[in-house]
Structure formats: structure tokens, C-alpha cells
């Protein structure tokens, strides 16, 4: 039983995968329901009384209805999980025994194993190589990104940025956190022991409307936090991309927020997503250098 970590699962009609993989889950449990019509709700709440199921009247997306969840966490530490993943046994209180011993740490990536051939997910592997080195005082590898199915938070570090950014949906929603996490000064580490299996249907989503939502959720990432000259890199390669350009369209809808909301990345931060693009990473000011590497434990940090 991990007493210290909720697991916060958002979920939207896939009751039967649902109902498959929570029996698997250790500790307390938040199901955040996006308005499903196949009966998820009652059915996870007749077949798991113990877990906190949390209907919602419209359709919010993957990363608001985590922060629901989040919100309504009472643990220190918060796992995510998909509909269709699950931890492996003793993953979970692991990632609470390295969470303490890091106090400025807010966020672990586990490795991920999919299909019943659990082969390693390239995004693992890739994190595996540790392009951005290990920072002092971190539990492992450096990263600027994850799969949303396979991270454990510090709480207060998520409360502090604000979480996912309700108006990205589903799709890529985890750049910007990411990025937000890395600014406020938090280690943000990929730790190969901890382990997440998943389990994808061989049919998904729609598939288009998946590419357009990706591609409008990596445009205006790059806009609210990124210089000028990537954002229309990214611009120019959604536009090539027929069925991605729609996004184009979709994330100029938002300008009007991203104005109000646009800040630029601390140098440091900036310099290694440049690493990780393969592109020449701009000069560090020396003021700046600490940002995204050995600081301070940040305001709200929980030690024990």
C-alpha cells in the first residue's frame, strides 16, 4: 500500500480498459471522468468502492481533469496514470523514497514498458541517453518532458506552477509543464528503475484529429514560453505538414491569451531544450546559470 502517493487517472469512454488496469493500482486513487457515455463513472464505482470517482458535466481534456484530481490529492506526492497504464508493484513507494531523500526534485519520469511485449518506449530510451547529464542533487538524468502516464509529482511543485494549462487538452500537454516545473527551479529526473506498463488499444483515437490537436498544442507552447525564431521554425514545419496545419489555424484562435500569458524561459532552460532540438545552445548569462541546475530547494518543498 503507498500511503504517500494518489494516483490521479483521467479517463474518457474506455470503461471496460478502465476497469482492467485499476485493479492493479496500489494506494488511493482519483478517477477523473471526462463526461464519458459508456457508463464509466458508475461502472468504476460498483466495481471499486475504495476509489474516488470524480464525474465531470463536459469534456475538459487530459490535463484539466488531472488538476482536478490533483487538486483533491491529499498526499504529498501525485502518479498519473491513463486509462489504459498502470505502475508496477513497489514503483510507487520507491518514488516516494527518492522524493524525499531530493527535496528539489519535483518530478520523476519512470521507464515505460508498452504492449504485452513490453518493449521500451522510444521516448524512455531516449531519456535513457541523458543528453542533459545529471544535475548535483538530482536522482537521475535531467529531462524537459514526459509521458503523462508515467511521471510522480511533488504536489506543492505542481500547485506552484499551476499545473497543466487547462486550455491545451489533451495531446502534448506536458511540454509546457514541464518547461514551467525546470523555470521555477525544480529537477525534473528520468529514473530507469521506476516502471510503468502500457497497454494501448491497436485502434486509438481519431487519428487526424489527434495530429491537429498535437500540432495546435505544440504551437502555442512554443508561444507562450519560447524566442521568436522557434516559434516560427515550429510555424513553418506544422505548415508543411497537411494534416497537422489545421492546428495552425486553431491555435491562432488563442493569440489573445497567449499575449496575456507569454513569458520567456529562464536562459538555462532555454540552452538545453536547444540541446535536446540539436540545435547550438545560446550563451548562459552567468546570473542565470543556476536556474536548471543545482538551486536552492524552492518555496513550498516538503523534505519528509
Known amino acids: 500500500m503507498t500511503a504517500d502517493v494518489t494516483v490521479v487517472v483521467a479517463t474518457r469512454n474506455?470503461?471496460?480498459?478502465?476497469?482492467?488496469?485499476?485493479?492493479?493500482?496500489?494506494?488511493?486513487?482519483?478517477?477523473?471522468?471526462?463526461?464519458?457515455?459508456?457508463g464509466t463513472p458508475e461502472a468504476v464505482?460498483?466495481?471499486?468502492?475504495?476509489?474516488?470517482?470524480?464525474?465531470?458535466?463536459?469534456?475538459?481534456?487530459?490535463?484539466?481533469?488531472?488538476?482536478?484530481?490533483?487538486?483533491?490529492?491529499?498526499?504529498?506526492?501525485?502518479?498519473?496514470?491513463?486509462?489504459?497504464?498502470?505502475?508496477?508493484?513497489?514503483?510507487?513507494?520507491r518514488a516516494a523514497e527518492i522524493l524525499r531523500a531530493h527535496p528539489r526534485t519535483g518530478l520523476l519520469t519512470a521507464q515505460v514498458r508498452v504492449g504485452a511485449q513490453r518493449r521500451l518506449d522510444p521516448v524512455s530510451a531516449g531519456m535513457a541517453r541523458a543528453p542533459l547529464g545529471t544535475p548535483a542533487g538530482a536522482p537521475g538524468p535531467?529531462?524537459?518532458?514526459?509521458?503523462?502516464?508515467?511521471?510522480?509529482?511533488?504536489?506543492?511543485?505542481?500547485?506552484?506552477?499551476?499545473?497543466f494549462a487547462d486550455r491545451l487538452g489533451t495531446y502534448g500537454e506536458e511540454a509546457l509543464l514541464a518547461m514551467d516545473l525546470a523555470a521555477a527551479g525544480w529537477h525534473l529526473a528520468y529514473v530507469d528503475e521506476l516502471v510503468v506498463h502500457h497497454l494501448p488499444l491497436p485502434a486509438g483515437r481519431d487519428r487526424r484529429a489527434r495530429h491537429r490537436q498535437e500540432?495546435?498544442?505544440?504551437?502555442?507552447?512554443?508561444?507562450?514560453?519560447?524566442?521568436?525564431?522557434?516559434?516560427?521554425?515550429?510555424?513553418?514545419?506544422?505548415?508543411?505538414?497537411?494534416?497537422?496545419?489545421?492546428?495552425?489555424?486553431?491555435?491562432?484562435?488563442q493569440l489573445g491569451w497567449v499575449l496575456r500569458e507569454r513569458r520567456r524561459l529562464p536562459a538555462a532552460v532555454e540552452a538545453d531544450l536547444a540541446v535536446l532540438e540539436g540545435a547550438a545552445p545560446?550563451?548562459?548569462?552567468?546570473?542565470?546559470?543556476?536556474?536548471?541546475?543545482a538551486v536552492p530547494a524552492p518555496a513550498g518543498a516538503e523534505v519528509g
Open 45 to 93: 464505482a460498483a466495481a471499486f468502492p475504495e476509489v474516488r470517482v470524480v464525474p465531470l458535466g463536459t469534456n475538459l481534456g487530459a490535463g484539466a481533469a488531472r488538476n482536478v484530481g490533483v487538486a483533491l490529492a491529499r498526499t504529498p506526492f501525485v502518479a498519473f496514470a491513463d486509462d489504459d497504464s498502470y505502475w508496477v508493484p513497489g514503483a510507487l513507494d
Open 14 to 38: 474506455r470503461r471496460e480498459q478502465l476497469l482492467d488496469v485499476l485493479r492493479r493500482h496500489a494506494g488511493p486513487v482519483i478517477v477523473v471522468d471526462n463526461y464519458s457515455d459508456d
Open 215 to 253: 500540432a495546435r498544442n505544440r504551437v502555442l507552447t512554443a508561444a507562450l514560453r519560447r524566442p521568436s525564431r522557434v516559434v516560427a521554425g515550429v510555424v513553418r514545419q506544422t505548415w508543411r505538414d497537411p494534416e497537422r496545419r489545421a492546428g495552425l489555424l486553431d491555435a491562432a484562435r
Open 142 to 163: 535531467a529531462v524537459l518532458g514526459f509521458l503523462a502516464c508515467a511521471v510522480v509529482l511533488r504536489r506543492a511543485a505542481f500547485t506552484q506552477v499551476g499545473g
Open 282 to 293: 545560446p550563451p548562459v548569462p552567468a546570473q542565470d546559470a543556476p536556474v536548471a541546475r
